[in-house]
């Protein structure tokens, strides 16, 4: 089973809407860390959770922890064609370092 | 600043040929990543390294795959005899490996095609 799961996996809103992305994990999350990535490049880092409640904003981009969920969620708030891409949430699972495990991503796409 | 650079960028192969992508991690990143990302599959762990410790290869999915790190720096990941099902992008990822982060910097990755 995957041990990350992200909802939904594609979204398509109009331009000027808010969204909001999941990512809920079944196991303990040392870190939780949001990836933008675009056709063909790599992952764009954008923000990292560590602490339960915590909240991180980045321009209209808002990520939150809910470490007894073992959940984040990724809000966009005013969306814009420019936001338009596939987001990835990775976690250490297996403690604060080595690799990350990454959900599939969500697809978002921006209508103008 | 430069970032993780990754060679070749598009990679075309014959089924039974080897292959080796190479990754250029950034100049003072302790800790390098092999990734995998294909259709349905999402992102995978392939290995890391860490260091001068022993590297963690427990994504490997098979023994054709491989992957060293020179010196600390450049890591070339190899697959041998290919196979169809390889296809996918190669992505490395670097990290400075500081305390309490583990924020990964990506290549832009490979794409490999088996054919």
């Known amino acids: 089973s995957q041990e990350l799961e992200q909802s939904p996996q594609s979204l398509i809103v109009q331009e000027g809407k808010n969204l909001t992305i999941n990512c809920t994990s079944s196991k303990t999350l040392y870190g939780l860390y949001w990836y933008k990535q675009k056709y063909g490049e790599g992952l764009i880092f954008l923000m990292m959770l560590q602490k339960g409640g915590e909240e991180k904003s980045h321009e209209k981009i808002t990520a939150k922890l809910d470490e007894k969920k073992q959940q984040s969620s990724l809000h966009i708030t005013a969306s814009q064609p420019s936001h338009a891409g596939i987001y990835l949430c990775?976690?250490?699972?297996?403690?604060?370092?080595?690799?990350?495990?990454f959900g599939k991503g969500t697809k978002l796409s921006v209508k103008p | 600043g430069a970032g993780v650079s990754q060679s070749p960028s598009n990679k075309v192969t014959e089924k039974g040929k080897d292959v080796e992508l190479r990754c250029d991690p950034i100049s003072g990143h302790t800790a390098l990543y092999w990734y995998r990302q294909s259709l349905g599959q999402g992102l995978e762990f392939l290995i890391y390294f860490q260091g001068n410790s022993a590297p963690d290869k427990s994504g490997l999915p098979s023994d054709r795959f491989s992957a060293e790190r020179t010196g600390g720096s450049v890591s070339t990941l190899t697959i041998q005899r290919t196979q169809q099902e390889d296809s996918a992008v190669y992505l490395c990822a670097s990290s400075p490996w500081t305390s309490g982060s583990n924020e990964q910097f990506f290549g832009p990755g490979t794409r490999l095609t088996v054919l």
């Open positions: 990775g976690a250490a699972l297996g403690g604060s370092q080595g690799n990350l495990i």
